[in-house]
Each structure stands twice: as C-alpha cells, then as structure tokens.
C-alpha cells in the first residue's frame, strides 16, 4: 500500500514558528478534501520547546468544534517532524483584507467581524474537555494575521500556538514575552497572570483598528510598542463612529481587566445592542462580497487539484534529510549531473563569446534549477505521471537544463528507471507511504 493520506503543494505562509502549506487529504477510497497543513519550521525542528508548543496547540484544537474557529482535523509526523492538519480556508487572513481595502472599515463589515471572532472565542473560552473539566483556553495571540475571512463571509480564529490552557505541558519560556506586542493588554506586557480578558483585550484592538484605519499601539520598536501597551492611552475614534459603540471599544480597551468587559458573549452583546440598524444588518454574505472585491478568482490549485507530493518527501527535501526518496532523489541527481556534464561539452565546443551570453542568460541557473528540477520530478512522479507527460511539465515549466534542452520522456525514463532500479535494490519499495 502506498497512499499517502495527505499530500501537500505549495506553501502559503511562513510566520515566526511555522509554515503554512496549502494541501489534499485523501481517504482509501480516493476522495479528496482540501487542507492546510502546518509544520514548524526547518530551524526549529529540533527544539524540544518549540515542539512541545506545536503539540499543545493539537491537543487543545482537537478538542475544539466551532464554526468561526479554524478546524484541526489531525495531528501527524513524517521523519520525525510533526505537522498539523486542519481545514483549509479559502479566504485571506485579516491583515492581508485590511490592507487590500485600504485604511478604515465601515461600521457593519468591522463589527461584524469582532463580532464572530467573539463568537469563537465564547466557545472556545468555555470549551470543556471530554469530562466536562473546563479547559481554562485563552488564545493570547488574537490578532489580523490569526484571523481568516473566507471567500464564503465566514470568520475564522486560527492558531492557538501561544494559547494557555488547563493541562498545557510547556509553558512559554519565563521572561520571554511571546505574542504579536502590538495585540497584548498591559497586564500581559506586565508579565502578570492574564485570563480571557486579554483575547477580549485584543478584540477590542482590533475594533479600534478596522474603524480607525491606523494602528493603535505599533511604534517604530518593540520598546517603544510596548511602552505604549503600558501606557493604554486609547486616542478617541472617527466619528463616524456612533458614540454608544465607541463606548464599547473603550471599554474593551480599559487598562483595567476589571473594568472591561468579563466575557467575550458580554462584549459581543454590547456591541450588538449599541449597532445602528443598518451595521447589524451586514451579515456573511456582505463579507463575502467585500472579499470577493479584493481576492482575484479562485487560485488554480482549488480548481484544479494540485500535483501531489506526500508530506514526508515535502518535509524531507525540505530538511535535506533524504529519507524515504533518498536513492531516488540520489538517482535523479546523478543523471541531472551527467546530463549537464554532456551539456557543458557541448557548450566548450561553442565560441567564447556565446558562452559569456549564456552565462548571464536566465537559463544559466544551473544550481538553482537541480534542486528544483529534482523537487518537481519527485512531485510529478509522486502524482503518477509517465514519462512523457512528466517532460512536457518539465519543459512547460521553463525547468530545463543550463543549455536550455527540452528534457525528452526519453532522458525521464532513463532517470526514472535507474531510480526505480535502486530503491527496488533496496527493497524501499513502500517507503513512501510513511503515512
Ligand atoms: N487553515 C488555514 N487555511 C488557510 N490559510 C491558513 C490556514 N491556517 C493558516 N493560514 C494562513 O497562514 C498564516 C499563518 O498561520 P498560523 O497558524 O497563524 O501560523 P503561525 O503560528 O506561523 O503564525 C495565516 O495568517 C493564514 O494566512
Ligand atoms: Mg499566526
């Protein structure tokens, strides 16, 4: 059996702790469901705090089930790296949509989006274990890049990387305050004790934010940031803004945790209540629209199911440590080099001159290209293409060789064989279904 469970194609973003990758879960029978996949990145594989951090956020997304928190459907390792698989939302992350749109949000589309991060956090803030032993969540990194709008005008929290929870094994590193600065409530900054209130802290950040169209405590440094934070002085909205819904946002903002508001339930009703007629009208399908305005059509990959790699050969070639497709990317590489050696006779028989041209044309970038040309072999093989159309990939891509030559289906084969050949020698046949 060789089928790899889940398949990753391109990546989507890299934050501080992990990557994001766009991929495909795929059950026995055969049908395919999108996913993200999140690993952490190469560098920090092998600290052990950083791992325990990635598995506590599995832990404590696994027990959670909300449609306005980004679904975990399972956690996983390849080669000893561990990833994360959760619903893929087809959407952009809030940060991304502000900037897009341009500064200030209109009263209906900002509100409306606090209002359905509120909803998960509610949930979230109050989510019990199996035993009905509340589990204690605060998120602690609410922020635009953790928040998902989907094409669809649903709202998404994603990444409880830094979340606190009843049961958590690692604790973030004393002294070390982790965390967006711009986003953290004084008491946070403080190193004090925090609870739910600093999500609703940052909510109401967030608030403040979409209806001014500025940034409320970013400074030139972190310093600078976070003498802000400790000062919590709140410069009076646009006055756009109704005065009782202002209201709201102060009092989300207040210095003191006491004087906030307790829940994130309490402050989504406050602000409902304090909305003129027409803001609480705005619902998903406005936000739909509104994201539709600035998300180009459909990527290709949603439409078109991407090529697959497994997880482990993407982690693999990813950490240069050539696991399950060692002999055959060893294969690869060694017919790519005697394919180049071929190429560089080939270009000493041409005149000095046409050589110098060649060098500073965009094909001549010969190391660059193995190590892609390798990876998307790999990838196109994996998806279980022939030789053939595995050529007419490569050389529609533009990945062909120094000298610019096609790859024929014939120097594929010729490559696939070999490799082929040796991992058969090595009775690695199955290796690649490390899943
Ligand atoms: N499930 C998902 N579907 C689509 N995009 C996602 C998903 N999860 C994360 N992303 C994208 O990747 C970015 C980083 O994800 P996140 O979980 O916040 O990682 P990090 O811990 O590195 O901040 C998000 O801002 C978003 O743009
Ligand atoms: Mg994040």
Redesign the pocket.
Known sequence: MSSARYAVSQK?????????W?GRARTNDGFVRP??I?RI?PHLVNDEHFARLFLD?ARITLKLSHGNL?QTLDVGSAAGVHYLV????????L??FLRQVGPGLALGPATYIARQVLEGLAYAHDATDLEGEPLQIVHR?ISP??V?LSRHGEV?V??F?LARARGRISRTRPGIIQGKYAYMCPELVAGEPVDRRADLFAVGILLWEMLAGARLFRADSDAATLDRVRACEVPPLPAMVPPVVAAVVMRALARDPDARYPTARALHDALTDALPLDAVRFTGFDLADLVAEVMPDAPPDVIAPPLFVDVPTALVAQLGRVAPHADLLDALTAGIERLEAQAGIDDERRSGSDRRKRRRAPGGRRHTDRSVFVDRVLVLLDAGMGNAEVAEHLNAEGLTTRTNTPWTAKAIAQLARRARQRRRASGDEDASSVL
């Not at 989507?12 to 994001?20: K, T």
Request: charged share 30%; proline share 3%.
């Open positions: 989507i973003d890299a934050g501080g702790m992990a990557e994001i766009m996913v993200a999140k990145l956020e980004v959760m619903e893929w939302v087809d959407g952009l992350n940060r991304s990194d890049p953790n998902l998404k994603a990444d990387g």
